[in-house]
Each structure stands twice: as C-alpha cells, then as structure tokens.
C-alpha cells in the first residue's frame, strides 16, 4: 500500500506516540510486529486521514485501537464512534480492545484480529 505524505506536525505527533506507547500496547506490539500473527504486516502509531490509529494491517485495510485509563472512560467516546465511522466510509474495519481485555486474554485478542483479518481478505 502506498504511503501518503503527511503533514510533519501528524508524522512528529505519531512518533511521539510510538515512544509513550502503554504496557498493553507494547504487549500486543511483541505479537504483531515483524508479520508475526499469521504473516500480517501491521503498523503501529500510522496516520490514515489526519487520524493516529494505534495499529493497522494496510494490505487488509483493519485497524485495532487499544481504549482504556488512558482516556479515562469505561465506554467509548462520541468522538471515537465519529471517528471510526470515517474511517470504516474510507474502507477499514475497525476493531476495539479494552486494555485489560489485552492484558489478562492476549491470545483471544490475537484470535479475534486473526479471524477478521481472514474475513477482510477473502
């Protein structure tokens, strides 16, 4: 998939969030990085829009989006359900985790992404 050229302030934006990511997100990184879960090449922190998704498979057009403390919320947020509205019209599927789900059931978490990443490219 070809990149497209951001503005520098989104790319210094999605670096920074490369280095603050949380134990979860680094957790799940460890299991995705480097075409590890099935051979699905994933990006962490990728710009897609003007929007920073925590991870995404460009060659099956699915994102995962860790939700937690960080934000605060036990729910997800208006602004998040917006969100991955414009980027499910833009053609990705978006998949939500909870980071406990992360922390305490790994290997569900990866079964789930694997299963839709099989959906999105059959």
Same mark, same amino acid.
């Given at each position: 998939?070809?990149?497209?050229?951001?503005?520098?302030?989104?790319?210094?934006?999605?670096?920074?969030?490369?280095? @603050?990511?949380?134990?979860?997100?680094?957790?799940?990184?460890? $299991?995705? +990085?480097?075409?590890? /879960?099935?051979?699905? &090449?994933?990006?962490?922190?990728?710009?897609?829009?003007?929007?920073?998704?925590?991870?995404?498979?460009?060659?099956?057009?699915?994102?995962?989006?860790?939700?937690?403390? @960080?934000?605060?919320?036990?729910?997800?947020?208006?602004?998040? $359900?917006? +969100?991955?509205?414009? /980027?499910?019209?833009? &053609?990705?599927?978006?998949?939500?985790?909870?980071?406990?789900?992360?922390?305490?059931?790994?290997?569900?978490?990866?079964?789930?992404?694997?299963?839709?990443?099989?959906?999105?490219?059959?």
């Amino acid at each position: 998939m070809p990149r497209h050229t951001q503005p520098g302030y989104v790319r210094a934006n999605a670096k920074r969030l490369r280095k @603050q990511m949380t134990p979860e997100e680094k957790r799940l990184w460890q $299991v995705i +990085r480097a075409h590890r /879960l099935g051979g699905i &090449g994933f990006r962490r922190q990728m710009p897609i829009e003007g929007f920073i998704v925590d991870f995404a498979a460009p060659s099956r057009k699915v994102i995962i989006e860790l939700d937690g403390s @960080q934000h605060g919320e036990t729910s997800i947020s208006d602004a998040d $359900v917006r +969100r991955d509205a414009k /980027l499910k019209a833009l &053609g990705w599927t978006v998949l939500r985790f909870w980071l406990a789900e992360v922390h305490h059931d790994l290997d569900g978490v990866c079964r789930r992404i694997l299963a839709v990443c099989r959906e999105e490219h059959s």
